[in-house]
């Protein structure tokens, strides 16, 4: 395993690396995930991911059915901030005596991180107890990323430069969810609502009037 400092260094040198313009190897090169919680509460679940070009994202689903997605890119310091205490405590959780989750209760919640080596580790754990320090501590990273992220919730500027395409889910100001089924000449959509099945078309001039958000693209 690479050796506490050694990480550490390797970790500063990346967040520090940020802002600097990437060549286009770099550029094409797929986001890594730093760390990353699927929550299952009932029928809800909840992912929140923190990925190392700074964006994180938070999903949520109802039975199978998107409720939103949200996705936000962080500046320097946040990031900054979140990705440095995960990675120690991240280091803390590979150098201690491995997790154990309590055998009682349902561990439908799972909690993935990358290491030092770049492996990405799984723990299985229960939404209403943990007894680990370290993964109490991840947790609450996660907490507070998923709060900037919910928080950071897209406006009309967004929808108007927003391209449908057909299976896009947004989210109508009259409530409910719709689908794209058709992206027609001039601009004209048909939208299915989710939850009733009813098929209406929504000109240009009305999405804003009509949609509140995308919720998945």
């Not at 550029?27 to 923190?50: H, Y």
């Not at 039975?63 to 901030?81: A, E, H, Y």
């Not at 009259?174 to 939850?195: K, M, T």
Request: net charge negative.
């Amino acid at each position: 395993m690479v050796g506490s400092s050694s990480w550490f260094l390797f970790f500063l040198y990346v967040v520090c690396s940020a802002s600097i313009a990437f060549s286009s190897e770099e550029i094409l090169r797929a986001p890594e995930i730093i760390l990353e919680r699927w929550q299952v509460i009932n029928d809800t679940t909840t992912r929140t991911t923190l990925f190392d070009n700074q964006v994180a994202v938070v999903t949520v689903r109802e039975q199978d059915v998107p409720i939103f997605f949200l996705k936000t890119t962080l500046n320097d310091g946040d990031f900054s901030g979140y990705a440095v205490t995960a990675i120690r405590d991240i280091e803390a959780l590979e150098n201690s005596d491995r997790f154990t989750a309590p055998q009682d209760g349902d561990l439908n919640c799972v909690l993935r991180y990358m290491t030092a080596s770049g492996e990405i580790r799984r723990i299985r754990y229960s939404p209403i107890f943990v007894s680990d320090l370290q993964v109490s501590r991840l947790l609450a990273t996660l907490d507070a990323i998923e709060t900037v992220v919910r928080e950071t919730l897209p406006g009309e500027e967004l929808l108007k430069s927003w391209q449908p395409r057909v299976g896009d889910v947004v989210e109508l100001r009259s409530g409910g969810l719709a689908r794209v089924n058709d992206v027609r000449e001039e601009g004209f959509i048909e939208l299915e609502h989710l939850d009733v099945g009813i098929v209406e078309f929504v000109g240009p001039l009305m999405r804003a009037r009509t949609i509140l958000r995308v919720v998945e693209q």
